[in-house]
């Protein structure tokens, strides 16, 4: 397993680009947002050492431009949850975070999640879905009680924080699981999802599932594949009766 992750970050690093504008860096990542733009987001370092993050209001422009209305208690309580989740703030339509030199990597690494979190946001405005897909999902365990608690982060062995959605306890008959419910399983966004699961499976010895959104589009098989290949779960919610029983053990 430890070669998969080597090759993740390997990936990682060889796919980030950046360049200098105006004194601040241009970091562009190989994640892609809901309009299949590269994710970018800026920082800058100034003389005592503190290292500046934004995303230049990028993520909530695109939201907006796409007739997503953040301002809505719902979306805003939504928002909110996810900026404190990884320590980002909100200054006017910007996404900003500080680092020092020493906490940079995670600080950096919390930033980007925060950014893909919010963008996710998006599924919304699309006029042929009604809800957020995690809140069917949410209904979908609600109503056959299924026991969770929701919106968890959890810390790996690299010391990096990562959401999950729903965050099953440990009983008799199974160990402790972590789920993702994906509402986009895309090969770029994908990679990101299973290096979490990794992580976090090194610090606590759970498992992991995804819940893959394919009532409108097949998942590529190549998606399927990666998934596999890092002993992670994949449940169809086209096929969601068929799973339900192992989530309730």
């Known amino acids: 397993m430890k070669d998969l992750i080597d090759s993740y970050l390997s990936w990682l690093k060889q796919k980030i680009n950046y360049k200098e504008i105006n ?13 299949n733009d590269y994710i970018q987001f800026y920082l800058k370092r100034d003389d ?7 995303d230049d209001g990028e993520t909530l422009n695109n939201l907006e431009m796409a007739g997503v209305d953040v301002t809505s208690p719902a979306r ?9 989740g990884f320590g980002v703030k909100l200054k006017e339509n910007e996404l900003i975070t500080m680092a020092s030199p020493a906490t940079f990597p995670m600080r950096k690494h919390n930033f980007l999640q925060a950014i893909m979190a919010v963008d996710d946001l998006f599924i919304v405005a699309s006029p042929k879905v ?14 056959n009680n299924i026991r969770f608690s929701p919106n ?6 690299s010391s990096f924080q990562h959401k999950f959605d729903f965050l099953i306890p440990a009983s008799l008959k199974a160990p402790e ?13 994908i990679i990101a999802h299973l290096f979490a699961f990794e992580d976090t499976k090194q610090a606590r010895n759970n498992e992991g599932i995804m819940i ?6 097949e998942v590529a098989p190549e998606v399927l594949q990666a998934i596999e290949e890092y002993g992670i779960k994949d449940f169809s919610w086209k096929n969601r009766e068929k799973w339900l029983d192992k989530l309730a053990a």
């Open 152 to 157: 968890i982060i959890l810390q790996g062995k």
């Open 130 to 143: 009604e809800q957020f897909f995690l809140e069917d999902v949410t209904n979908f365990l609600q109503q």
């Open 76 to 84: 805003k309580r939504e928002l909110d949850s996810i900026l404190n």
């Open 23 to 35: 004194g601040y860096y241009e970091i562009t990542t190989p994640f892609v947002n809901h309009i």
């Open 48 to 54: 005592r050492d503190h290292i500046y993050l934004t």
């Open 212 to 217: 893959l959104n394919d009532l409108e589009k």
């Open 177 to 189: 699981r972590i789920i993702k419910a994906v509402s986009s399983p895309k090969k770029q966004n």
